[in-house]
């Protein structure tokens, strides 16, 4: 009999990729859709492909969720890696990744050593909006979703057609996604070794 090994558990053909290693954490799609409608900032991983190989690139940017089309929109500057990889594919798989961070979790174990996070992932297609209106609407729930106290035509000017031309809008359509949780207010401790005082069990911030 063959073993199993971590290759073949994470083998995209034999289990679904955005289901999560470990059930206590995994969080179901209510919380998935109230992360993603909190949440303005994420990273977006595509993929340039060609024949010397695969050259992966994380995007950071601000983002919004529709919950009426199930997609995320973002935008970028006119060119680049983003729009380059996008285009190639038009629709190019991509993953994105948004995640509220708490504190740092001290432990007395190396291997307990953690970080309160919650994360959704989100597996898709992504495709640049090349329509003005489509690309007008997308860019306008953006603005609005990041600034809710500013809204487009009353606080700002209206997005013309040349600030269209000067940037890039895609859509992220939504094909699966994950979502987990940990928020203890503790990480474990081993009893095989001296405890931490007080001080050394504080909780850190994940910024000085």
């Known amino acids: 009999m063959t073993r199993a090994t ?4 994470y083998d995209p053909r034999h289990r679904d990729p955005s289901l999560g290693r470990r059930p206590q954490n995994r969080r179901d799609d209510d919380w998935i ?24 690139f994380v995007t950071p940017l601000a983002f919004a969720y529709r919950p009426e089309r199930h997609d995320l929109v973002y935008h970028t500057n006119i060119a680049g890696r983003l729009r380059a990889n996008t285009e190639r594919g038009q629709p190019a798989r991509a993953t994105f990744e948004a995640s509220e961070i708490g504190a740092l979790l001290p432990s007395n174990d190396p291997l307990e050593l953690s970080v309160q996070y919650r994360s959704v992932i989100v597996f898709g297609t992504a495709r640049l909006l090349t329509d003005p209106d489509e690309a007008r609407e ?9 600034f809710p106290d500013l809204r487009i035509g009353e606080q700002t000017r209206p997005i013309s057609d040349s600030d269209l031309a000067r940037t890039s809008v895609y859509s992220l359509a939504i094909e699966r996604w994950s979502g987990k949780e940990n928020w203890e207010s ?4 081993t009893g095989e070794w001296p405890a931490l005082t007080p001080d050394q069990a504080r909780l850190r911030p994940t910024r000085p």
Not at 33 to 56: C, I, N, S
Not at 138 to 146: G, I, K, N, P, Y
């Open 6 to 9: 971590s290759t073949d558990f």
């Open 33 to 56: 859709r109230a992360l993603l409608l909190r949440v303005p900032l994420g990273r977006v991983a595509t993929v340039w492909e060609d024949k010397d190989g695969a050259f992966p």
């Open 138 to 146: 997308a860019l306008t729930v953006l603005s609005e979703r990041v």
């Open 186 to 189: 503790a990480a474990a401790q």
